[in-house]
């Protein structure tokens, strides 16, 4: 039998749904060929007893759902490594991809993790996703994805209830692998500074693993003899932050034409 066309083999499929990227075993796994859907298959032992073993095709219901609780935007259903392309003249997005993959595949909780940066539209939150698709469905790893702009709206969404804002943070604390999209935007304000600090803080003590982008450089261009007046990340969450951030991980830029404005056009 040649390999399905709908998982590529993998057994599980990832399509959209909504505001988010689902996964679900694939039909080519339905019924499993080796338990039959029981989840079990049965073996006799040395001694005649007759014992159950967890099939496979459990751990692939069980990342699937992984997946699907990970939040990855729909947008990003398809981000995959393989599907990168590194042809466009830009040799920022080849380091990158690089970077990125070997982060993925040599991965293990609580490893440093790593910061894109750089212009928009260079692909930043497509290697993020790339990692956590890879992640979740090849390595099993629990993950989260969460736009900083959305977290401030569960957040507001919570306002006076310190138990339900408690509801919100608690699993992007624990996760053990987590993706904070789109950092240093907002109006920078001393309430969404102190939410990004106390959420980096407890993951930082935790020694949990955080993948962070952001549009904004970490670091002042100079422009004859002269410092730019752009904004960097420093500038946007603080000197706190910003320290902790460059422990946490390792920056890794992007820079060049913005890649969705070209597929527009």
């Known amino acids: 039998m040649g390999e399905c066309n709908l998982c590529n083999g993998v057994g599980i ?18 019924p499993c060929t080796v338990c039959q859907g029981s989840g079990y298959f049965f073996e006799t032992d040395e001694f005649g007893y007759r014992l159950a073993t967890p099939c496979a ?16 935007p729909a947008r990003y259903e398809s981000a995959q490594f393989g599907r990168i392309l590194t042809d466009k003249g830009a040799s920022d997005i080849v380091t990158a991809k690089r970077q990125a993959w070997r982060f993925a595949r040599e991965y293990e909780p609580g490893a440093p993790g790593i910061l894109l940066y750089g212009t928009v539209g260079t692909g930043k939150t497509y290697l993020t996703a790339a990692i956590l ?16 702009m959305h977290l401030l709206s569960d957040l507001r969404a919570t306002f006076g209830d310190r138990g339900q804002a ?18 240093g935007k907002g109006r920078g304000s001393d309430w969404e500074l102190n939410v990004l600090d106390e959420l980096i803080s407890k993951r930082y003590n935790a020694r949990r ?4 982008t952001t549009n904004y450089g970490i670091e002042s ?10 904004e960097t990340l420093l ?6 932050i910003h320290s902790r951030l460059m422990e946490m991980c390792d920056p890794v830029r992007l820079s060049g034409q913005d890649l969705r404005r070209e597929i527009r056009t």
């Open 133 to 148: 698709r890879y992640l979740i469905l090849s390595r099993g790893v629990r993950a989260r994805f969460i736009e900083f």
């Open 166 to 183: 408690e509801v919100v943070m608690r699993p992007l604390v624990e996760v053990p692998l987590l993706v904070i999209d789109e950092l």
């Open 13 to 30: 499929r990832v399509q959209s749904q909504g505001d988010f990227a689902l996964a679900a075993c694939c039909d080519c796994k339905d």
């Open 235 to 240: 500038d946007r969450v603080g000197v706190r």
């Open 221 to 230: 261009q100079i422009q004859n003899g002269e410092s730019s007046e752009t």
């Open 57 to 72: 095709c459990r751990d692939l219901a069980k990342r699937a759902r992984m997946f699907t609780d990970a939040n990855i």
């Open 209 to 212: 693993t955080t993948v962070f």
